[in-house]
């Protein structure tokens, strides 16, 4: 099994910052693409960012050029350094693994979420 954990949602001001952090451990023999998705109250949820293994990122255009994925491939984590908040930015954040687990299988595994509230 697959676990991940995230970390550092908060309540910010609008402009302000906050930084994620996703960390994934378990049976783990290797991570393909690792991601942050957010879903807001009887909406879909929707990506926000992605990383491959190798460090190609996809952003949602929403965020783009305020939030930067990255990736620690070493520690299995990824971050989310956001800035500019705003307003809308206020929901649950979830982290996204896929990968092949020791014994061979693929895995998809989800964390349990972060809120982040944007708000003065």
């Known amino acids: 099994q697959v676990q991940l954990v995230e970390s550092g949602g908060g309540l910010v001001q609008p402009g302000g910052s906050l930084r994620l952090s996703c960390a994934a451990s378990g049976s783990i023999f290797s991570i393909n693409d690792m991601g942050w998705y957010r879903q807001a109250p009887r909406k879909q949820r929707e990506l926000v960012a992605a990383i491959t293994s190798g460090g190609m990122t996809n952003y949602a255009d929403s965020v783009k050029g305020r939030f930067t994925i990255s990736r620690d491939n070493a520690k299995n984590t990824i971050y989310l350094q956001m800035n500019s908040l705003k307003p809308e930015d206020t929901t649950v954040y979830y982290c996204?693994?896929?990968?092949?687990?020791?014994?061979?299988?693929?895995?998809?595994?989800w964390g349990q979420g972060t809120q982040v509230t944007v708000s003065s």
């Open positions: 996204l693994a896929t990968g092949i687990t020791i014994d061979q299988r693929d895995f998809i595994s």
